[in-house]
């Protein structure tokens, strides 16, 4: 019974999500029809990772493909200071990633973009995003410190917001509602989590999520979800 809360995003759902956040960096931004041209042009989409890391280059593909945004448009993060400084007709540069957890991830790679390409971005006068599918609201706000703390115009949008209520077994957990049955799932999820990865039975972060994607799994979620070992 309990497999039926896991909750797995489809690529259709997640191409609705890609949809759903693009109506937020929509406004505000002028939309300007050129001859011969059916896509937009002037936003550009990017991801925290590196080619080839985690899903952040997936989904940034999607987002473009979803709301037709040309395909050159999607950039690297290290190639950004390069084409934000080379094009006039930019309005807005969206970053695009599956999960926040406890945000540690992002804190790191923003702090990185902040170095790579911090004072092109302050200067350019663009509307910047950080779109996730989903995550908690309280690694929301660390990544929204860390921003702040380097400066950056960036806003910050989950379109699935999570609470402690996703967390397996939190007291108000929406997947074991049932005190009994909860600690009881808890006893073997960490004695198994435990002779998979050590130091985080129940993932990293201790964020006890049960949520995948269809090419990964957060390893937030819980250990005996995705780890592997002898």
């Not at 448009?73 to 084409?83: F, H, M, Q």
């Not at 930019?90 to 170095?115: H, P």
């Not at 049932?178 to 998979?196: C, P, V």
């Amino acid at each position: 019974v309990y497999k039926r809360q896991l909750r797995f995003y489809s690529d259709d759902q997640i191409r609705a999500k890609m949809r759903d956040a693009h109506g937020i960096v929509r406004r505000g931004l002028v939309r300007r029809i050129e001859k011969g041209k059916r896509k937009r042009g002037d936003i550009l989409i990017s991801y925290l990772d590196g080619p080839g890391k985690s899903g952040g280059g997936r989904y940034a593909k999607l987002y473009a493909d979803e709301n037709g945004i040309y395909y050159k448009n999607v950039v690297e993060r290290s190639k950004l200071a390069e084409v934000v400084s080379q094009r006039e007709d930019l309005q807005a540069l969206v970053f695009v990633d599956d999960f926040i957890g406890t945000g540690e991830s992002a804190q790191t790679y923003f702090k990185r973009l902040a170095k790579e390409s911090g004072q092109v971005l302050r200067e350019s006068g663009l509307k910047i995003y950080f779109i996730v599918v989903t995550g908690f609201q309280e690694g929301q706000s660390r990544v929204e410190e860390t921003i702040a703390e380097c400066n950056l115009p960036i806003e910050v949008h989950i379109c699935d917001p999570l609470d402690s209520s996703a967390k397996c077994f939190s007291e108000d957990s929406q997947i074991f509602p049932n005190e009994t049955e909860r600690l009881q799932a808890m006893r073997i999820a960490q004695e198994h989590g435990a002779r998979i990865v050590k130091h985080n039975p129940l993932g990293y972060g201790d964020c006890q999520t049960a949520i995948v994607f269809p090419d990964n799994c957060p390893n937030n979620n819980l250990p005996i979800l995705w780890a592997e070992s002898d």
